[in-house]
């Protein structure tokens, strides 16, 4: 089974999973305690038709993703705050706009459909050393955001209300959360596509999640949980000749269906 | 500020989302260090946007406030989210954070002081526990704590007693004195026209200040009317009078 990671193609991936993990882990962290986990489904679907102009535009796509995610972000933000609207309804009607308007636009700009196919749920065997690069550098960016606001996202998280009067820049810092969760998103793209970011950002802390007396501890084991899915889902795909994203994803489905067994019966 | 100087001074206030739609207008009062004061007001007669206006908060103000040092301020309990996986002193730690540099990790003075402030509201025994196991009296107690690990001088309370139970509303009014005489300046929203009459000051707001000063001046009839007009029943002795709350959330 080994045998596969001799293969350049499979360390390249094995490689970009073992960068995305620590990202899960902090990041994941606030998405899930924040109920940020559709809003970020909802930046991977936004990238889509980012990314499909990318190519025949000669945008380079991380760049394209990151406009795209980062416009959508601000709409969700200012249409949420109108009255009768809320946040959720904005995500949604953004998120299905975004997926319509990329199948709209590839329909015209690709002859055949197995490139959105790569777009929507990953390439990772397909990764190359530019992407790693990527990975790289949001892990970095990713890990200093997190050491900066570490305690701005806890009070700020924790009581909203009272977070700002403790002498914290608490509006900043939730900027700062999601930018950072914006850039996390795009890396993973590569990986498990813009419908499957979830399976690597959202899922690992979430299952994680009812085990963890504090945070340090539901960072740390969502990271280790994304290690393992990341990794076993790409020795599962590999053998079974499976697209590994989506392999991560049904893998990243059934620890946490064992983990809520786990936490009945205990 | 010069010494004997108010420690929150607010001259001409006027607060709220915007010019057109402000809470609270031409509100003036000055407190003295060492003084309990408990407001007391309607539903959305203005409380709010005032701690709003203190903290520096509200959207829109015009007027002064000034402050003669840091403001720590206790939200109602139920503002919390219970399911975060904090415990009661990674709770009272946060009052810490704003002294210590981001880089720099959380030390043995932050977790002495955390600690102390956690043994004054008396729950030195759960500081492990997680804040969302504790009864309602003690997470405001712990809210309570989280304050006093900031060393402010003035506190804000936003209705600290309600619903919270009889032993931890004792300990509470203990701790609220103990500071008073410490020098620190506290005030403290409530609906309890009975309870305010146990602080040194009353300042009754209605959109507007309608009375100020000690409760045996300021709780009089005639301005708890004006303070509350359809909302306040006088009891038939014609001494008490309670307040009937319509919720408007």
């Known amino acids: ?266 | 500020m010069t010494p004997g100087a108010p420690l929150v001074a607010v001259d001409g206030l006027d607060a709220g989302y915007s010019p057109e739609r402000a809470a609270i207008t031409g509100l003036s009062f000055a407190i003295p260090a060492g003084r309990t004061v408990a407001i007391l007001g309607p539903n959305g007669g203005g409380k709010t946007t005032l701690f709003r206006a203190l903290l520096g908060e509200a959207p829109h103000r015009t007027g002064t406030v000034e402050l003669g040092g840091t403001i720590a301020y206790v939200p109602q309990t139920e503002r919390s989210r219970l399911d975060f996986p904090v415990s009661a002193l990674d709770v009272v730690l946060m009052g810490t954070y704003a002294r210590v540099p981001w880089y720099r990790p959380l030390g043995r003075a932050e977790r002495e002081t955390a600690g102390a402030a956690l043994g004054r509201v008396g729950l030195e025994g759960e500081a492990g526990t997680r804040f969302g196991e504790l009864s309602g009296g003690q997470r405001q107690r712990v809210l309570i704590a989280r304050a006093l690990a900031q060393q402010s001088k003035v506190m804000l309370l936003d209705e600290p007693l309600s619903g919270v139970d009889r032993p931890s509303g004792e300990r509470i009014l203990a701790v609220l004195d103990e500071l008073r005489d410490e020098g620190l300046a506290i005030l403290v929203s409530t609906h309890d026209i009975e309870q305010a009459r146990g602080f040194d000051l009353v300042l009754c707001i209605n959109r507007e200040g309608i009375a100020f000063g000690p409760p045996a001046e300021a709780l009089s009839a005639d301005v708890l009317q004006r303070t509350y007009g359809g909302e306040l029943i006088v009891l038939p002795d014609g001494e008490r009078a309670v307040v009937v709350q319509h919720h408007h959330h």
Do not use: K
Not at chain 1, 19 to 45: D, K, S
């Open chain 1, 1 to 266: 089974m080994l045998d596969a990671f001799q293969l350049p193609f499979m360390q390249r991936a094995a490689f970009e999973i073992v960068l995305l993990a620590p990202l899960a882990g902090v990041l994941g962290t606030q998405i899930v305690l924040r109920h940020l986990a559709f809003f970020t489904h909802g930046v991977g679907a936004a990238a889509f038709p980012g990314l499909v102009l990318a190519g025949p535009a000669g945008i380079p796509p991380a760049l394209a993703a990151l406009g795209a995610g980062g416009a959508f972000t601000l709409g969700v933000e200012r249409l949420g705050r109108r009255r009768g609207v809320g946040l959720d309804a904005a995500t949604a009607l953004a998120l299905v706009l975004a997926l319509a308007a990329g199948i709209v636009l590839a329909s015209d700009v690709y002859e055949s459909g197995s490139e959105v196919d790569q777009l929507l749920f990953g390439s990772l065997l397909a990764v190359g050393g530019g992407d790693l690069a990527a990975t790289g550098v949001a892990l970095a960016l990713g890990l200093l955001a997190a050491a900066y606001a570490r305690r701005a996202w806890l009070a700020g998280g924790f009581d909203p209300v009272g977070g700002a009067a403790l002498g914290l820049r608490i509006r900043a810092a939730d900027w700062l959360l999601v930018a950072a969760i914006a850039v996390a998103v795009v890396v993973a793209l590569d990986a498990v596509g813009a419908l499957l970011v979830s399976a690597v950002l959202v899922i690992p802390a979430a299952t994680v999640r009812p085990f963890a007396a504090n945070v340090s501890r539901l960072a740390l084991g969502a990271t280790a949980l994304a290690l393992i899915e990341g990794l076993a889902g790409l020795v599962l795909a590999y053998e079974l000749d499976a697209p590994p994203g989506a392999t991560i994803a049904v893998l990243g489905g059934v620890l946490f269906g064992l983990a809520l067994l786990v936490r009945r019966f205990r």
